[in-house]
Protein backbone atom coordinates (compact mmCIF):
# COMPACT_ATOMS: atom_id res chain seq x y z
CA UNK A 1 0.00 0.00 0.00
CA UNK A 2 1.37 3.37 -0.62
CA UNK A 3 2.69 5.61 2.36
CA UNK A 4 0.29 8.72 3.34
CA UNK A 5 1.20 11.32 1.65
CA UNK A 6 2.75 9.42 -1.53
CA UNK A 7 0.50 9.31 -4.51
CA UNK A 8 -1.77 7.15 -5.59
CA UNK A 9 -2.41 5.61 -9.00
CA UNK A 10 -4.74 6.97 -11.53
CA UNK A 11 -5.96 4.64 -13.34
CA UNK A 12 -6.94 4.34 -17.16
CA UNK A 13 -8.69 1.92 -20.10
CA UNK A 14 -5.36 3.48 -22.18
CA UNK A 15 -2.63 5.81 -21.45
CA UNK A 16 -1.75 7.96 -24.27
CA UNK A 17 2.17 9.45 -23.89
CA UNK A 18 2.33 12.10 -25.80
CA UNK A 19 -0.34 14.83 -26.99
CA UNK A 20 0.25 15.63 -31.09
CA UNK A 21 -1.56 14.48 -33.92
CA UNK A 22 -0.65 10.73 -33.39
CA UNK A 23 -1.78 10.76 -29.71
CA UNK A 24 -5.05 12.56 -30.09
CA UNK A 25 -6.43 11.33 -33.94
CA UNK A 26 -5.93 7.78 -31.19
CA UNK A 27 -7.50 9.77 -27.75
CA UNK A 28 -10.42 10.84 -30.21
CA UNK A 29 -10.73 7.44 -31.88
CA UNK A 30 -11.23 6.02 -28.57
CA UNK A 31 -12.94 8.05 -26.50
CA UNK A 32 -16.63 6.59 -27.01
CA UNK A 33 -15.76 3.70 -25.78
CA UNK A 34 -12.95 4.04 -23.51
CA UNK A 35 -11.81 6.27 -20.64
CA UNK A 36 -8.09 7.72 -21.85
CA UNK A 37 -5.85 9.70 -20.02
CA UNK A 38 -3.12 12.13 -22.37
CA UNK A 39 0.28 13.11 -20.71
CA UNK A 40 1.88 16.16 -22.40
CA UNK A 41 5.10 17.01 -20.48
CA UNK A 42 4.76 20.63 -21.19
CA UNK A 43 1.86 22.49 -22.39
CA UNK A 44 -0.97 20.23 -24.57
CA UNK A 45 0.28 21.93 -27.90
CA UNK A 46 4.09 22.09 -27.62
CA UNK A 47 5.24 19.71 -29.73
CA UNK A 48 6.16 19.18 -33.17
CA UNK A 49 2.69 19.05 -34.82
CA UNK A 50 2.36 21.89 -33.41
CA UNK A 51 5.19 23.65 -35.30
CA UNK A 52 5.15 21.54 -38.71
CA UNK A 53 4.72 24.30 -41.73
CA UNK A 54 3.92 21.90 -44.78
CA UNK A 55 1.28 19.54 -44.79
CA UNK A 56 0.00 16.22 -45.19
CA UNK A 57 0.54 14.04 -47.90
CA UNK A 58 -2.45 12.27 -49.61
CA UNK A 59 -3.81 11.38 -53.12
CA UNK A 60 -6.88 13.46 -53.71
CA UNK A 61 -6.17 15.02 -57.13
CA UNK A 62 -7.54 13.14 -60.27
CA UNK A 63 -3.82 13.30 -61.93
CA UNK A 64 -2.40 11.66 -58.92
CA UNK A 65 -2.59 8.08 -57.76
CA UNK A 66 -1.62 5.36 -54.77
CA UNK A 67 0.62 4.03 -57.18
CA UNK A 68 2.37 7.63 -58.00
CA UNK A 69 2.99 8.50 -54.30
CA UNK A 70 3.95 4.75 -52.87
CA UNK A 71 6.68 5.04 -56.13
CA UNK A 72 7.56 8.04 -54.30
CA UNK A 73 7.55 7.24 -50.82
CA UNK A 74 10.13 4.13 -51.93
CA UNK A 75 12.26 6.00 -53.87
CA UNK A 76 12.54 8.70 -51.40
CA UNK A 77 13.56 5.72 -48.34
CA UNK A 78 16.49 4.24 -50.71
CA UNK A 79 15.72 0.66 -50.67
CA UNK A 80 14.78 0.22 -46.72
CA UNK A 81 10.57 0.77 -47.43
CA UNK A 82 9.04 -1.69 -46.35
CA UNK A 83 6.37 -1.98 -49.20
CA UNK A 84 3.90 -3.41 -47.49
CA UNK A 85 3.28 -0.56 -44.62
CA UNK A 86 4.00 2.26 -47.66
CA UNK A 87 0.53 0.95 -49.37
CA UNK A 88 -1.13 0.73 -46.24
CA UNK A 89 -0.35 4.46 -45.14
CA UNK A 90 -0.73 5.55 -48.89
CA UNK A 91 -4.27 4.12 -49.20
CA UNK A 92 -5.34 5.70 -46.30
CA UNK A 93 -4.47 9.29 -46.89
CA UNK A 94 -7.81 9.99 -48.39
CA UNK A 95 -9.50 9.02 -45.50
CA UNK A 96 -7.54 11.17 -42.94
CA UNK A 97 -8.01 14.48 -44.65
CA UNK A 98 -11.85 13.92 -44.55
CA UNK A 99 -11.67 12.87 -40.65
CA UNK A 100 -10.03 15.78 -40.33
CA UNK A 101 -12.20 18.26 -42.42
CA UNK A 102 -15.24 16.74 -40.68
CA UNK A 103 -13.49 18.27 -37.55
CA UNK A 104 -13.50 21.43 -38.69
CA UNK A 105 -9.43 21.25 -40.03
CA UNK A 106 -9.54 24.69 -42.43
CA UNK A 107 -7.40 23.48 -45.31
CA UNK A 108 -6.63 26.28 -47.98
CA UNK A 109 -8.64 25.50 -51.00
CA UNK A 110 -8.18 26.61 -54.80
CA UNK A 111 -9.55 30.34 -55.26
CA UNK A 112 -11.72 29.21 -58.22
CA UNK A 113 -15.05 28.25 -56.89
CA UNK A 114 -15.39 24.43 -57.20
CA UNK A 115 -11.62 23.66 -57.55
CA UNK A 116 -11.02 21.67 -54.47
CA UNK A 117 -8.34 22.03 -51.70
CA UNK A 118 -4.95 23.32 -52.96
CA UNK A 119 -2.24 20.66 -53.06
CA UNK A 120 1.20 22.03 -53.19
CA UNK A 121 4.03 19.79 -54.25
CA UNK A 122 7.40 19.28 -52.24
CA UNK A 123 10.66 17.81 -52.78
CA UNK A 124 10.52 13.85 -53.96
CA UNK A 125 6.92 14.29 -55.02
CA UNK A 126 6.10 13.90 -58.67
CA UNK A 127 2.51 15.44 -58.03
CA UNK A 128 0.89 18.03 -55.85
CA UNK A 129 -0.69 16.17 -53.30
CA UNK A 130 0.18 18.16 -50.09
CA UNK A 131 -3.27 19.26 -48.19
CA UNK A 132 -1.88 22.30 -46.08
CA UNK A 133 -3.24 25.26 -43.73
CA UNK A 134 -1.12 27.77 -45.58
CA UNK A 135 1.99 27.55 -44.11
CA UNK A 136 0.98 26.61 -40.63
CA UNK A 137 -0.82 23.34 -41.18
CA UNK A 138 0.29 21.75 -38.11
CA UNK A 139 -1.24 25.06 -35.87
CA UNK A 140 -4.55 24.28 -37.23
CA UNK A 141 -4.67 20.74 -37.37
CA UNK A 142 -3.10 20.22 -33.54
CA UNK A 143 -5.57 22.81 -32.06
CA UNK A 144 -8.52 21.56 -33.53
CA UNK A 145 -7.25 18.70 -32.13
CA UNK A 146 -7.02 20.10 -28.50
CA UNK A 147 -10.65 21.70 -28.89
CA UNK A 148 -12.01 18.55 -29.68
CA UNK A 149 -10.10 16.41 -26.73
CA UNK A 150 -11.08 18.55 -24.39
CA UNK A 151 -14.50 18.95 -24.92
CA UNK A 152 -14.63 14.54 -24.35
CA UNK A 153 -15.79 13.28 -21.13
CA UNK A 154 -13.90 10.33 -21.64
CA UNK A 155 -10.54 12.24 -22.02
CA UNK A 156 -8.47 13.69 -19.04
CA UNK A 157 -5.46 15.76 -20.64
CA UNK A 158 -2.52 15.84 -18.06
CA UNK A 159 -0.36 19.29 -19.09
CA UNK A 160 3.37 19.33 -17.84
CA UNK A 161 3.18 15.55 -16.66
CA UNK A 162 6.79 13.41 -18.06
CA UNK A 163 6.49 10.12 -17.92
CA UNK A 164 9.85 8.53 -16.72
CA UNK A 165 9.50 4.62 -17.30
CA UNK A 166 7.18 2.29 -18.17
CA UNK A 167 5.65 0.03 -15.73
CA UNK A 168 6.15 -3.32 -16.98
CA UNK A 169 4.74 -7.08 -15.10
CA UNK A 170 8.35 -8.14 -15.63
CA UNK A 171 9.84 -5.85 -13.17
CA UNK A 172 7.30 -6.51 -10.42
CA UNK A 173 8.32 -9.91 -10.28
CA UNK A 174 6.03 -11.93 -12.99
CA UNK A 175 7.35 -14.53 -15.85
CA UNK A 176 4.58 -13.01 -18.47
CA UNK A 177 5.78 -9.55 -19.47
CA UNK A 178 3.15 -7.00 -20.25
CA UNK A 179 3.20 -3.39 -19.83
CA UNK A 180 0.57 -1.73 -17.18
CA UNK A 181 1.43 1.66 -16.97
CA UNK A 182 3.93 4.38 -16.44
CA UNK A 183 5.65 6.09 -13.76
CA UNK A 184 5.06 9.74 -14.48
CA UNK A 185 6.10 13.09 -12.76
CA UNK A 186 4.27 16.21 -12.15
CA UNK A 187 6.65 18.90 -13.14
CA UNK A 188 4.51 21.67 -11.15
CA UNK A 189 3.92 19.69 -8.22
CA UNK A 190 7.27 17.95 -7.95
CA UNK A 191 5.85 14.34 -7.47
CA UNK A 192 5.61 11.13 -8.84
CA UNK A 193 2.59 9.53 -9.87
CA UNK A 194 1.93 6.29 -10.99
CA UNK A 195 -0.56 5.82 -13.68
CA UNK A 196 -2.51 2.57 -14.74
CA UNK A 197 -3.61 1.34 -17.77
CA UNK A 198 -4.90 -1.88 -19.45
CA UNK A 199 -3.15 -0.18 -22.78
CA UNK A 200 -0.30 2.18 -22.99
CA UNK A 201 0.71 3.99 -26.32
CA UNK A 202 4.24 5.67 -26.68
CA UNK A 203 3.34 8.85 -28.95
CA UNK A 204 6.35 11.14 -27.96
CA UNK A 205 7.93 11.96 -31.25
CA UNK A 206 11.26 11.67 -32.41
CA UNK A 207 14.97 12.60 -30.87
CA UNK A 208 16.46 15.65 -32.82
CA UNK A 209 17.20 17.19 -29.53
CA UNK A 210 19.93 14.65 -29.59
CA UNK A 211 21.76 17.42 -31.92
CA UNK A 212 23.01 20.97 -31.14
CA UNK A 213 20.93 22.30 -33.92
CA UNK A 214 17.25 21.51 -34.36
CA UNK A 215 14.09 22.74 -36.45
CA UNK A 216 12.55 21.29 -33.24
CA UNK A 217 10.67 22.20 -29.91
CA UNK A 218 12.47 21.31 -26.90
CA UNK A 219 10.10 18.35 -26.17
CA UNK A 220 12.25 15.78 -28.97
CA UNK A 221 14.25 14.13 -26.84
CA UNK A 222 13.38 10.65 -27.54
CA UNK A 223 11.31 9.83 -23.94
CA UNK A 224 9.03 7.02 -25.83
CA UNK A 225 12.25 5.37 -27.51
CA UNK A 226 14.20 4.99 -24.78
CA UNK A 227 11.48 4.30 -22.52
CA UNK A 228 10.66 1.15 -24.89
CA UNK A 229 14.01 0.07 -24.94
CA UNK A 230 14.78 0.17 -21.27
CA UNK A 231 11.22 -2.19 -21.29
CA UNK A 232 12.74 -4.74 -23.87
CA UNK A 233 11.55 -3.40 -27.39
CA UNK A 234 13.64 -3.64 -30.51
CA UNK A 235 14.67 -0.19 -32.36
CA UNK A 236 15.39 0.16 -36.38
CA UNK A 237 17.00 2.24 -38.60
CA UNK A 238 18.12 4.81 -35.86
CA UNK A 239 21.14 5.87 -37.72
CA UNK A 240 19.04 7.77 -40.25
CA UNK A 241 18.46 11.01 -39.00
CA UNK A 242 16.86 13.87 -41.39
CA UNK A 243 18.46 16.88 -41.47
CA UNK A 244 16.12 19.88 -42.56
CA UNK A 245 17.95 21.85 -45.29
CA UNK A 246 16.50 25.36 -44.67
CA UNK A 247 15.98 25.96 -41.01
CA UNK A 248 16.20 30.05 -40.40
CA UNK A 249 19.78 31.17 -39.50
CA UNK A 250 19.62 34.09 -37.31
CA UNK A 251 20.46 34.36 -33.63
CA UNK A 252 16.92 35.10 -32.26
CA UNK A 253 15.70 32.08 -34.33
CA UNK A 254 17.46 29.26 -34.19
CA UNK A 255 14.63 26.81 -34.37
CA UNK A 256 12.01 28.71 -36.99
CA UNK A 257 11.65 26.15 -40.19
CA UNK A 258 11.03 27.70 -43.32
CA UNK A 259 8.99 25.10 -45.02
CA UNK A 260 9.76 22.78 -48.03
CA UNK A 261 6.73 24.09 -49.61
CA UNK A 262 9.04 27.54 -50.37
CA UNK A 263 10.59 25.67 -52.61
CA UNK A 264 7.95 23.44 -53.63
CA UNK A 265 6.37 26.85 -54.92
CA UNK A 266 9.39 27.92 -57.03
CA UNK A 267 12.24 29.29 -54.00
CA UNK A 268 15.91 28.85 -54.89
CA UNK A 269 18.97 28.13 -53.22
CA UNK A 270 21.69 29.98 -53.83
CA UNK A 271 25.13 31.15 -52.72
CA UNK A 272 25.74 34.66 -51.18
CA UNK A 273 26.92 35.87 -54.95
CA UNK A 274 23.40 34.74 -55.94
CA UNK A 275 24.90 31.51 -57.45
CA UNK A 276 22.29 28.40 -58.14
CA UNK A 277 24.04 25.33 -56.75
CA UNK A 278 21.22 22.45 -56.46
CA UNK A 279 21.64 21.67 -60.63
CA UNK A 280 25.01 20.09 -59.92
CA UNK A 281 24.14 17.98 -57.13
CA UNK A 282 20.70 16.47 -58.79
CA UNK A 283 18.44 16.91 -61.64
CA UNK A 284 15.87 17.60 -59.51
CA UNK A 285 17.86 20.51 -57.94
CA UNK A 286 15.76 22.29 -55.02
CA UNK A 287 13.14 19.76 -55.34
CA UNK A 288 15.32 17.02 -54.78
CA UNK A 289 14.97 14.68 -51.52
CA UNK A 290 15.96 16.17 -48.68
CA UNK A 291 18.96 13.96 -47.56
CA UNK A 292 20.09 15.55 -50.90
CA UNK A 293 19.72 18.72 -50.49
CA UNK A 294 20.76 19.10 -46.61
CA UNK A 295 24.04 17.67 -47.77
CA UNK A 296 24.70 19.67 -51.07
CA UNK A 297 23.85 22.90 -48.92
CA UNK A 298 26.74 21.37 -46.09
CA UNK A 299 28.80 20.76 -49.26
CA UNK A 300 28.72 24.35 -50.19
CA UNK A 301 29.13 26.01 -46.35
CA UNK A 302 32.53 23.53 -45.43
CA UNK A 303 33.71 24.35 -49.07
CA UNK A 304 33.47 27.89 -48.75
CA UNK A 305 33.57 28.10 -45.02
CA UNK A 306 30.02 29.82 -45.03
CA UNK A 307 27.85 30.29 -42.16
CA UNK A 308 24.45 29.96 -44.19
CA UNK A 309 23.37 29.59 -47.85
CA UNK A 310 20.01 31.59 -48.98
CA UNK A 311 16.51 30.60 -49.93
CA UNK A 312 15.26 32.95 -52.53
CA UNK A 313 11.67 33.45 -54.08
CA UNK A 314 11.75 37.15 -54.57
CA UNK A 315 10.74 36.08 -57.99
CA UNK A 316 7.58 35.44 -57.11
CA UNK A 317 4.96 38.10 -56.44
CA UNK A 318 4.49 39.42 -53.50
CA UNK A 319 1.23 38.93 -53.23
CA UNK A 320 1.89 35.11 -53.92
CA UNK A 321 4.64 35.11 -51.04
CA UNK A 322 2.71 37.03 -48.76
CA UNK A 323 -0.28 34.89 -49.34
CA UNK A 324 0.95 31.65 -49.47
CA UNK A 325 3.27 32.12 -46.23
CA UNK A 326 2.01 34.23 -44.18
CA UNK A 327 3.58 32.57 -40.88
CA UNK A 328 7.04 32.51 -42.94
CA UNK A 329 6.72 36.29 -44.38
CA UNK A 330 5.62 37.53 -40.77
CA UNK A 331 8.36 35.74 -38.61
CA UNK A 332 11.08 37.20 -41.02
CA UNK A 333 9.88 40.69 -40.43
CA UNK A 334 10.02 40.50 -37.08
CA UNK A 335 13.41 39.79 -37.57
CA UNK A 336 14.36 42.26 -39.76
CA UNK A 337 13.77 40.54 -43.12
CA UNK A 338 11.30 41.13 -46.14
CA UNK A 339 11.47 37.73 -47.82
CA UNK A 340 9.49 39.44 -50.86
CA UNK A 341 12.48 41.33 -51.59
CA UNK A 342 15.11 39.69 -49.56
CA UNK A 343 16.25 35.80 -49.95
CA UNK A 344 16.36 34.23 -46.14
CA UNK A 345 19.38 32.96 -44.59
CA UNK A 346 19.51 29.34 -43.99
CA UNK A 347 21.03 26.20 -42.90
CA UNK A 348 20.31 22.46 -42.50
CA UNK A 349 19.10 21.53 -38.52
CA UNK A 350 18.29 18.21 -36.99
CA UNK A 351 14.27 17.41 -38.19
CA UNK A 352 13.38 13.87 -38.15
CA UNK A 353 13.84 10.86 -37.09
CA UNK A 354 13.16 7.80 -39.27
CA UNK A 355 14.05 4.94 -37.23
CA UNK A 356 12.62 4.05 -33.69
CA UNK A 357 10.79 1.61 -31.81
CA UNK A 358 9.71 -1.07 -34.34
CA UNK A 359 6.12 -1.74 -34.22
CA UNK A 360 3.53 -3.83 -37.09
CA UNK A 361 0.44 -2.37 -39.30
CA UNK A 362 -2.02 -2.11 -35.84
CA UNK A 363 1.05 -0.23 -33.82
CA UNK A 364 1.78 -3.01 -31.80
CA UNK A 365 5.03 -3.36 -30.12
CA UNK A 366 7.25 -6.19 -28.72
CA UNK A 367 6.09 -5.72 -24.87
CA UNK A 368 2.50 -6.89 -24.80
CA UNK A 369 -0.08 -4.04 -24.16
CA UNK A 370 2.31 -1.06 -25.46
CA UNK A 371 1.77 0.39 -28.73
CA UNK A 372 3.74 3.20 -30.28
CA UNK A 373 2.63 5.73 -33.25
CA UNK A 374 4.02 8.69 -35.02
CA UNK A 375 7.78 9.83 -34.86
CA UNK A 376 8.75 7.36 -31.89
CA UNK A 377 7.85 4.33 -34.20
CA UNK A 378 9.38 2.54 -37.32
CA UNK A 379 6.66 1.17 -39.14
CA UNK A 380 8.98 0.67 -42.62
CA UNK A 381 7.29 3.75 -44.07
CA UNK A 382 10.19 5.99 -44.29
CA UNK A 383 13.13 3.38 -45.05
CA UNK A 384 16.70 5.51 -45.05
CA UNK A 385 14.82 8.73 -45.49
CA UNK A 386 11.34 10.38 -44.92
CA UNK A 387 9.39 12.00 -47.89
CA UNK A 388 8.31 15.09 -47.23
CA UNK A 389 4.75 15.42 -45.44
CA UNK A 390 4.24 11.60 -45.21
CA UNK A 391 4.57 12.45 -41.16
CA UNK A 392 1.57 13.86 -40.07
CA UNK A 393 0.37 11.39 -42.58
CA UNK A 394 1.77 8.36 -40.68
CA UNK A 395 0.48 10.01 -37.14
CA UNK A 396 -3.11 10.09 -38.36
CA UNK A 397 -2.95 6.73 -39.98
CA UNK A 398 -0.89 4.41 -37.01
CA UNK A 399 -2.88 6.32 -34.62
CA UNK A 400 -6.10 5.47 -35.74
CA UNK A 401 -4.55 1.63 -36.35
CA UNK A 402 -3.72 1.60 -33.02
CA UNK A 403 -7.14 2.35 -31.62
CA UNK A 404 -8.75 0.53 -34.06
CA UNK A 405 -6.42 -2.59 -32.41
CA UNK A 406 -7.38 -1.42 -29.06
CA UNK A 407 -11.09 -0.97 -29.37
CA UNK A 408 -11.23 -4.61 -30.25
CA UNK A 409 -9.46 -5.92 -27.02
CA UNK A 410 -11.02 -3.74 -24.40
CA UNK A 411 -13.45 -6.68 -23.62
CA UNK A 412 -10.26 -8.92 -22.69
CA UNK A 413 -9.63 -9.25 -18.76
CA UNK A 414 -7.55 -6.89 -17.68
CA UNK A 415 -4.54 -7.29 -15.16
CA UNK A 416 -4.55 -7.43 -11.65
CA UNK A 417 -1.38 -6.47 -10.53
CA UNK A 418 -1.32 -3.60 -8.05
CA UNK A 419 1.64 -1.05 -8.96
CA UNK A 420 3.84 0.08 -5.75
CA UNK A 421 4.39 4.09 -5.73
CA UNK A 422 7.43 5.28 -7.03
CA UNK A 423 10.22 4.60 -4.12
CA UNK A 424 12.52 7.80 -3.20
CA UNK A 425 13.32 6.87 0.01
CA UNK A 426 16.99 6.76 -0.68
CA UNK A 427 17.63 9.79 -2.60
CA UNK A 428 18.29 13.47 -2.48
CA UNK A 429 18.06 16.82 -3.73
CA UNK A 430 20.39 17.15 -6.20
CA UNK A 431 23.77 18.37 -5.05
CA UNK A 432 25.10 19.84 -8.70
CA UNK A 433 22.46 20.41 -11.18
CA UNK A 434 25.83 22.09 -13.23
CA UNK A 435 26.34 18.37 -13.88
CA UNK A 436 23.35 18.32 -15.82
CA UNK A 437 23.68 21.05 -18.21
CA UNK A 438 27.41 20.00 -18.95
CA UNK A 439 26.33 16.61 -19.76
CA UNK A 440 23.76 17.61 -21.64
CA UNK A 441 25.90 20.58 -23.91
CA UNK A 442 28.30 18.14 -24.14
CA UNK A 443 26.36 15.15 -25.28
CA UNK A 444 24.83 17.70 -28.30
CA UNK A 445 28.02 19.24 -29.37
CA UNK A 446 29.49 15.76 -30.11
CA UNK A 447 26.63 13.93 -31.78
CA UNK A 448 26.56 17.14 -34.07
CA UNK A 449 30.31 16.99 -34.86
CA UNK A 450 30.94 13.30 -34.87
CA UNK A 451 27.32 11.71 -35.91
CA UNK A 452 25.77 14.45 -38.41
CA UNK A 453 25.06 14.82 -42.17
CA UNK A 454 28.67 12.99 -43.03
CA UNK A 455 29.80 10.63 -40.75
CA UNK A 456 33.34 8.64 -40.63
CA UNK A 457 33.84 5.82 -38.56
CA UNK A 458 37.03 7.57 -36.22
CA UNK A 459 34.47 10.14 -35.19
CA UNK A 460 31.40 7.22 -35.02
CA UNK A 461 33.84 5.79 -32.51
CA UNK A 462 34.81 9.08 -30.77
CA UNK A 463 31.65 9.60 -30.06
CA UNK A 464 30.41 5.64 -28.98
CA UNK A 465 33.52 6.50 -26.19
CA UNK A 466 32.05 9.53 -24.91
CA UNK A 467 28.63 8.23 -24.85
CA UNK A 468 29.53 5.26 -22.58
CA UNK A 469 31.14 7.78 -20.06
CA UNK A 470 27.97 10.12 -20.22
CA UNK A 471 25.83 6.70 -19.81
CA UNK A 472 27.62 5.55 -16.94
CA UNK A 473 27.86 9.27 -15.35
CA UNK A 474 24.06 10.02 -16.06
CA UNK A 475 23.29 6.52 -14.39
CA UNK A 476 24.98 7.14 -11.06
CA UNK A 477 23.00 10.39 -11.00
CA UNK A 478 20.02 9.29 -11.17
CA UNK A 479 20.40 6.69 -9.05
CA UNK A 480 21.32 9.04 -6.24
CA UNK A 481 19.31 12.16 -6.64
CA UNK A 482 15.77 13.16 -7.10
CA UNK A 483 14.66 13.44 -10.58
CA UNK A 484 13.32 16.30 -12.45
CA UNK A 485 12.77 17.06 -16.70
CA UNK A 486 16.35 17.73 -17.30
CA UNK A 487 17.40 15.03 -16.05
CA UNK A 488 14.74 12.41 -17.06
CA UNK A 489 15.24 13.97 -20.73
CA UNK A 490 18.91 13.66 -20.83
CA UNK A 491 18.81 10.04 -19.44
CA UNK A 492 16.59 9.44 -22.24
CA UNK A 493 19.05 11.60 -25.22
CA UNK A 494 22.18 9.57 -24.08
CA UNK A 495 20.22 6.65 -24.77
CA UNK A 496 19.22 7.11 -28.18
CA UNK A 497 22.37 8.89 -28.69
CA UNK A 498 24.04 5.40 -27.90
CA UNK A 499 21.51 3.66 -30.19
CA UNK A 500 22.41 6.02 -33.22
CA UNK A 501 25.96 5.91 -32.96
CA UNK A 502 26.07 1.85 -32.65
CA UNK A 503 23.66 1.60 -35.55
CA UNK A 504 25.69 4.20 -37.77
CA UNK A 505 28.58 1.68 -36.81
CA UNK A 506 26.90 -1.31 -38.23
CA UNK A 507 25.81 0.53 -41.53
CA UNK A 508 28.85 0.37 -43.86
CA UNK A 509 27.84 1.71 -46.94
CA UNK A 510 25.96 5.39 -47.72
CA UNK A 511 22.15 5.32 -48.10
CA UNK A 512 19.63 7.93 -47.62
CA UNK A 513 20.25 9.80 -44.66
CA UNK A 514 23.46 8.07 -43.58
CA UNK A 515 26.39 8.90 -45.39
CA UNK A 516 29.77 7.84 -44.05
CA UNK A 517 33.11 9.01 -45.67
CA UNK A 518 34.40 5.67 -45.34
CA UNK A 519 31.89 4.09 -47.27
CA UNK A 520 30.17 6.65 -49.86
CA UNK A 521 28.25 3.96 -51.78
CA UNK A 522 25.22 2.20 -51.48
CA UNK A 523 25.51 -1.70 -50.69
CA UNK A 524 23.01 -3.55 -52.53
CA UNK A 525 23.16 -6.48 -50.22
CA UNK A 526 21.76 -4.29 -47.81
CA UNK A 527 19.02 -3.45 -50.04
CA UNK A 528 15.34 -4.19 -47.67
CA UNK A 529 17.97 -4.76 -44.62
CA UNK A 530 17.00 -2.67 -41.45
CA UNK A 531 19.26 -2.01 -38.94
CA UNK A 532 17.37 -3.73 -36.23
CA UNK A 533 18.90 -3.72 -32.46
CA UNK A 534 17.72 -5.58 -29.57
CA UNK A 535 18.35 -5.32 -26.24
CA UNK A 536 19.69 -8.52 -24.39
CA UNK A 537 18.22 -8.71 -20.93
CA UNK A 538 21.09 -8.04 -17.46
CA UNK A 539 23.91 -7.08 -19.94
CA UNK A 540 23.42 -3.66 -21.55
CA UNK A 541 24.46 -5.23 -24.80
CA UNK A 542 22.86 -5.41 -27.76
CA UNK A 543 21.78 -7.86 -30.70
CA UNK A 544 21.57 -6.57 -34.36
CA UNK A 545 18.89 -8.39 -35.62
CA UNK A 546 19.92 -8.02 -39.45
CA UNK A 547 21.55 -10.65 -41.96
CA UNK A 548 24.98 -12.24 -41.96
CA UNK A 549 26.80 -9.25 -44.56
CA UNK A 550 28.68 -12.53 -46.14
CA UNK A 551 25.11 -13.90 -46.99
Known amino acids: MPAPNTPTPRSFDVLVVGSGAAGLALALSLAPRARVAVLAKDRITEGCTFYAQGGIAAVLDRQDSIEA??????????????????????????????????????????????????????????????????????????????????????????????????????????????????????????????????????????????????????????????????????????????FHPTCLYHPEARTFLISEAVRGEGGLLRLPDGTRFMPRFDPRAELAPRDIVARAIDHEMKRLGLDCVYLDITHKPAAFIRGHFPTIHRRCLELGIDITRQPIPVV????????????????RTDLEGLYAAGEVACTGLHGANRLASNSLLECLVFGMAAAEDISGRLEEPAPHIEIPPWDESRVT???????????????????????????????????????????????????HFRVNSDLIELRNLV????????????????????????????????????????????TGGYAPLTVNRNG
Open 69 to 242: HVRDTLEAGAGLCDEQAVRYTVERGPACIRWLMDLGVDFTRERAAGRGLHLTREGGHSHRRVAHVADATGKALETTLVEQARSHANIALFERHIAIDLITTRKLGSHENRCIGAYVLDRDARRVHAFAARFVVLATGGASKVYLYTSNPDTSSGDGIAMAWRAGCRVANMEFNQ
Open 348 to 363: PAAHYTCGGVVTDLHA
Open 495 to 538: VVADLIIRSALWRRESRGLHYTLDHPGRDPALDGIPTVLTPQPN
Open 429 to 479: EPDELVVVSHNWDELRRFMWDYVGIVRTTKRLQRARRRTALLMEEIDEYYS
